[in-house]
């Protein structure tokens, strides 16, 4: 048995539920609140970003934090290792074709 | 009456005593004098008539009103012991789906009419009785075991409660919440075996209607279809009384939340 056991099971219960509520519902309550269009920006950004660069579904998360007022909406984009840079057989979209 | 207030017993979690409590509840208020209705919401598992002690009386039920099968006074039933108290019971057979939104408003209405307080009996879950059943609620009386996953779903629910019932949706003033705590052992807490009524408060964050002991009282009362509230010397019916005197705005100490103090003479026998 390992010192963090030891001190595990010197624990009360009570106090171990107590902990592990306190993070449970405060993580439910992050979940709960998240707004419900993130699934979707997650979406419409892939699709964005996949005209340019080859990105999968996993290389991209977006996260919502509260810091006391502030909302943080962080967005995360792994590009892939060799082309970060546009695609030369990928033509430019339309629109900016335009003159 | 204009000034009707329908509670909804509600929890999450099923099996932590809801139609115990809605069974207490309504004969506490009706024995206070209020005309109370109390309606069991759980369509196809229907238990409040057999708390109640009145299963043998059922003819007609909610859906069967909703249905318009059965007149609102044919389908209420009237407790013997108690004056002012009318059970509404739920169908056995039909499925939750059959409690339509309007089918529920439209008979809510009508005993609005009569009663003075209408306590709705939630199913378990989050599905669709549960919604039916918080939707229109004016208070909410949220049960809560002192168990992690009673105390998780008991949230849940607040969630829901302030997001989505008739009150927010017509941007009034949101559903009252009340607490109330049920098999509480006071001896187990003070070992550390058992989250503490302060402990619980502190992670749901809502006022405490009251705190029910753990007690033999309560399988003897449904076992005899006696609300146990009508046990006027069990802890259990005593910590009833109090949370209706509270709901009712009265200011009652806390009881049966500290170990009991055990006599020099227990002590010495080891008995309880």
């Keep these: 048995m390992g010192l963090f056991d030891y001190f595990n099971a010197n624990r009360k219960s009570a106090e171990v539920a107590k902990e592990r509520l306190s993070i449970l519902i405060t993580r439910d309550k992050i979940q709960r609140d998240r707004p419900s269009f993130l699934p979707q920006l997650q979406d419409e950004l892939l699709a964005v970003i996949k005209k340019y660069v080859d990105i999968n579904q996993d290389d991209i998360s977006i996260t919502l934090d509260r810091e006391q007022d502030c909302e943080i909406l962080e967005l995360n984009i792994t590009l892939p290792e060799k082309s970060c840079q546009q695609r030369e057989d990928k033509p430019l979209p339309e629109r900016e074709r335009e003159p | ?272």
């Design chain 2, 1 to 272: 009456m204009t000034n009707t207030k329908i509670i909804v017993i509600t929890s999450g979690k099923g099996g932590v005593g809801k139609t115990t409590t809605s069974a207490a509840f309504a004969m506490g208020l009706a024995l206070e004098g209020h005309k109370t209705a109390v309606v069991d919401f759980d369509v196809g598992l229907r238990n409040l008539d057999l708390i109640m002690g009145c299963e043998r009386r059922v003819v007609y039920d909610f859906v069967n009103v909703i249905n318009k099968e059965a007149r609102l006074n044919q389908a209420l039933i009237r407790d013997k012991r108690t004056e002012n108290l009318y059970i509404l019971p739920a169908s056995q057979t039909k499925d939750k789906e059959s409690l339509t939104m309007e089918g529920v408003e439209t008979v809510l209405n009508e005993l609005k009419e009569t009663f003075d307080y209408i306590v709705c009996d939630s199913p378990a879950g989050i599905e669709h009785g549960a919604f039916m059943a918080m939707y229109f609620a004016d208070e909410a009386v949220v049960v809560t075991n002192p168990e992690i996953s009673s105390v998780r779903d008991s949230d849940r629910i607040l969630g829901l409660l302030a997001s989505k019932t008739k009150r927010v949706v017509e941007n009034r003033t949101p559903v009252k919440e009340h607490l109330l705590l049920t098999r509480y052992s006071p001896e187990r807490v003070s070992r550390g075996e058992m989250l503490s009524v302060k402990d619980i408060q502190e992670i749901l964050s809502i006022p405490l209607l009251g705190v029910i002991p753990e007690s033999e009282a309560v399988l003897t009362a449904s076992n005899q279809g006696v609300p146990v509230i009508a046990n006027r010397n069990s802890d259990a019916g005593m910590a009833y009384q109090d949370c209706v005197a509270r709901f009712l705005g009265e200011d009652i100490e806390m009881r049966f939340i500290d170990p009991k103090k055990k006599s020099i003479f227990s002590k010495f026998f080891g008995g309880n």
